[in-house]
């Protein structure tokens, strides 16, 4: 098998390990192949979207979700590093308001499975970041909502010195405990 599957402190998110074939030219790997996820994961999912973005060192992007359509999103980074962060918020999960956080990089070529039912950011802690995912579920703008990346009943303890760059959606995020009526 070319993928390892490490566990995190909430079940269902899941840090996948591709195995890298390197030598002194470079390196091969399987980035996705939806056979060794199933095995591997356990999980059926169809991805109908990829998406790509760069950023900036402490540039934040979240907490993100969708109410209607949700995503679950396979995550990973191919230059730079951010810390990648899952958030429950299904009502009635025994982890709501629970979190992993794990580092990605284009060195350590891990990805992470953020299931759906879960709000989803990350911060740049390199200089820049290119950041790649696939979803099983396409975006809904009207559906979108973010949750505030500092909410303090949630307690990420993002690596970053100081204030994050943040869009003027995510300035104006609400608490996990605001939106909760509303997911």
Do not use: C
């Not at 490490?6 to 056979?35: C, H, Q, W, Y």
């Amino acid at each position: 098998m070319n993928l390892t599957v490490i566990p995190t402190a909430i079940p269902e998110v899941l840090i996948l390990e591709p195995k890298v074939f390197g030598d002194e030219r470079g390196f091969f790997m399987e980035s996705f192949n939806v056979r060794e996820f199933e095995q591997a994961s356990g999980l059926k999912r169809e991805f109908v979207q990829d998406n790509h973005s760069r950023s900036a060192r402490n540039v934040l992007r979240g907490l993100h979700l969708q109410v209607e359509h949700p995503q679950g999103k396979l995550v990973r980074v191919v230059s730079g590093a951010v810390f990648d962060v899952a958030v429950d918020v299904r009502k009635e999960s025994r982890t709501f308001g629970k979190w992993v956080g794990v580092t990605l990089s284009g060195e350590n070529k891990r990805q992470l499975w953020v299931p759906e039912g879960f709000a989803h950011g990350f911060v740049v802690t390199s200089e820049s970041a290119d950041f790649l995912y696939k979803t099983t579920d396409y975006w809904y703008p009207e559906h979108e909502r973010s949750i505030a990346w500092n909410d303090p009943d949630i307690g990420i303890q993002w690596p970053i010195d100081g204030e994050p760059v943040l869009s003027g959606k995510d300035q104006q995020a609400l608490s996990l405990s605001q939106w909760r009526e509303r997911l």
